[in-house]
């Protein structure tokens, strides 16, 4: 299902979320900054641009939602109305495409990635975060999916890491690297928390660098 009309239709409230919960989306930003993006780089679902504004460098953001794009764009990312599954650009032109809490939105991820990999230029790394199905931070969103009592997350469907390393394989990508973090549950204090590399089981979120083959 097509959730675009969601973000934006409520893309404020879920701006809002990021500036109320300000340290875990600091969490998760230094979580995608540790693998280190570089070069020119595509977010691909980037929203409002809450996680990727402090990267640094030129980012390009495409999403199909398009009133989050009016946020991303003042936060001085390049945006780009556009779905994943049909990216308008041609092909090896970026080193670095960012996904970060997308999957988990898309009706079949295999397309976005397969145009991820189109996109990318030879040797160049796709960064996937995501929250894990299994994790306390999956089962409390899992809550809320189930129980409605949130607008975003009943139409979420959420991964643990053995799922995504076959999304990553069977489109053509090679895990090179992981970073974990969130390690405090969903009801205790919410400090920024530093990453830490390499798989941390229980961890609240993922982001894996993968090469493209």
Same mark, same amino acid.
């Given at each position: /299902?097509?959730?675009?009309?969601?973000?934006?239709?409520?893309?404020?409230?879920?701006d809002?979320?990021?500036?109320?919960?300000?340290?875990?989306? /600091?969490?998760?930003?230094?979580?995608?900054?540790?693998?280190c993006?570089?070069?020119r780089?595509?977010?691909?679902?980037?929203?409002?641009?809450?996680?990727t504004k402090?990267?640094?460098?030129?980012? %390009?953001?495409?999403d199909?939602?398009?009133?989050?794009?009016?946020?991303?764009?003042?936060?001085?990312?390049?945006?780009?109305?556009?779905? =994943?599954?049909?990216?308008?650009?041609?092909?090896?032109?970026?080193?670095?495409?960012?996904?970060?809490v997308?999957?988990?939105? $898309?009706?079949?991820?295999?397309?976005?990635?397969?145009?991820?990999?189109r996109?990318?230029k030879?040797?160049?790394?796709?960064?996937?975060?995501?929250?894990?199905?299994?994790?306390?931070?999956?089962?409390?969103?899992?809550?809320?999916?189930?129980?409605?009592?949130?607008?975003?997350?009943?139409?979420?469907?959420?991964?643990?890491?053995?799922?995504?390393?076959? $999304?990553?394989?069977?489109?053509?990508?090679r895990?090179?690297?992981?970073?974990?973090?969130?390690?405090?549950?969903p009801?205790?204090? =919410?400090? %920024?928390?530093?990453?830490? /590399? =390499?798989?941390?089981?229980?961890?609240?979120?993922?982001?894996?660098?993968?090469?493209?083959?």
């Open positions: /299902m097509d959730t675009s009309w969601l973000f934006d239709e409520y893309y404020i409230d879920y809002e979320w990021y500036m109320r919960n300000r340290n875990i989306g /600091m969490t998760e930003s230094l979580c995608i900054r540790r693998l993006p570089y070069g780089i595509l977010d691909i679902g980037v929203g409002t641009g809450a996680l402090d990267i640094g460098g030129l980012i %390009i953001g495409v199909p939602a398009e009133k989050p794009l009016l946020i991303a764009s003042k936060r001085g990312i390049l945006t780009i109305n556009a779905y =994943g599954e049909n990216l308008p650009f041609i092909d090896e032109v970026f080193d670095t495409v960012i996904m970060s997308t999957i988990c939105f $898309l009706p079949d991820p295999y397309p976005v990635l397969r145009e991820a990999y996109v990318l030879r040797d160049g790394f796709l960064i996937i975060c995501f929250v894990p199905r299994s994790s306390t931070w999956g089962k409390y969103y899992l809550f809320l999916k189930y129980s409605l009592k949130s607008r975003f997350y009943r139409y979420a469907r959420f991964y643990d890491m053995d799922e995504v390393y076959e $999304l990553l394989s069977s489109t053509g990508f895990v090179r690297d992981i970073c974990s973090t969130l390690f405090k549950g009801v205790e204090p =919410g400090a %920024i928390e530093e990453p830490v /590399m =390499g798989f941390i089981e229980g961890a609240g979120f993922y982001c894996v660098r993968a090469e493209k083959k």
